[in-house]
Nanobody, 124 residues
């Protein structure tokens, strides 16, 4: 298990950008696949992006591909989600998640550690 704390959410106009950060505790951050999910009230949590422990291999959901970029800094135990060209439909609570080892899962069940979430609101 690893403790995760997200930051960087807020209110932005459509077309704007936000950068989410997720800081992790522990010394083994570089052994985790890190992911971002989002959830709209009343709907299931959905996969957004993930990044491999080392090497930078990423997986991005089609709905945000070309607009969102996931990256990580293992020395700082932090994962980022750069969100550009935001749309009102991107409005959600964004959660950071961690999976032990290399994981290609897009399912909630594939990730064992979760942050508390950060609200992103995109106005039209």
């Amino acid at each position: 298990q690893v403790a995760l704390v997200e930051s960087g959410g807020g209110l932005v106009q459509a077309g704007g950008s936000l950068r989410l950060s997720c800081a992790a505790s522990g010394r083994t951050f570089s052994s985790y696949t890190m992911g971002w999910f989002r959830q709209v009230s009343g709907k299931e949590r959905e996969f957004v992006a993930s990044i491999a422990p080392i090497g930078g291999l990423t997986d991005i959901v089609d709905s945000v591909k070309g607009r969102f970029i996931i990256s990580r800094d293992n020395a700082k135990r932090t994962v980022f989600l750069q969100m550009n060209s935001l749309k009102p439909e991107d409005t959600a609570i964004y959660y950071c998640a961690a999976a032990v080892g290399v994981s290609y899962s897009r399912s909630e069940s594939g990730f064992g550690s979760w942050g508390q979430g950060t609200q992103v609101t995109v106005s039209s």
